[in-house]
């Protein structure tokens, strides 16, 4: 199992969304977050001075097989990338165990789609 963590513009998002259940990723969670980038300069907005340090976007939390880790990646790469600076980050980490509260069970078939 694999963790996958992806920081994305928040005007791909609806995109991503759409291309992870294209992709038959089903369940994520999301939360917006602040970072700080590469681009540090002021800009003036309708005559307001404000900083671009600080910079809003969508966190995916992905936990998946391993068969579904590489459809995952490509559908986010797919559907977030605009070729600009700042179209985001995927990280990968493995999950050691996973339970399900409602049954006890445990394992990476936990994951798997039961209705």
């Not at 694999?2 to 513009?9: G, P, S, V």
């Not at 068969?67 to 700042?86: E, S, W």
Request: charged share 30%.
């Amino acid at each position: 199992m694999k963790k996958i963590e992806a920081i994305i513009r928040k005007t791909r998002f609806e995109d991503v969304k759409e291309a992870l259940f294209a992709a038959d990723i089903n369940w994520f969670s999301y939360a917006e977050v602040h970072a700080i980038g590469q681009d540090r300069e002021d800009r003036i907005y309708r005559g307001v001075m404000y900083s671009t340090d600080i910079i809003s976007r969508i966190e995916i939390t992905i936990i998946c097989r391993d068969q579904f880790v590489q459809p995952a990646i490509d559908a986010i790469m797919g559907a977030a990338r605009t070729g600009r600076v700042g179209d985001g980050r995927i990280f990968v980490s493995p999950v050691d165990d996973t339970w399900s509260i409602r049954t006890g069970e445990h394992g990476d078939l936990v994951l798997a789609d039961k209705k």
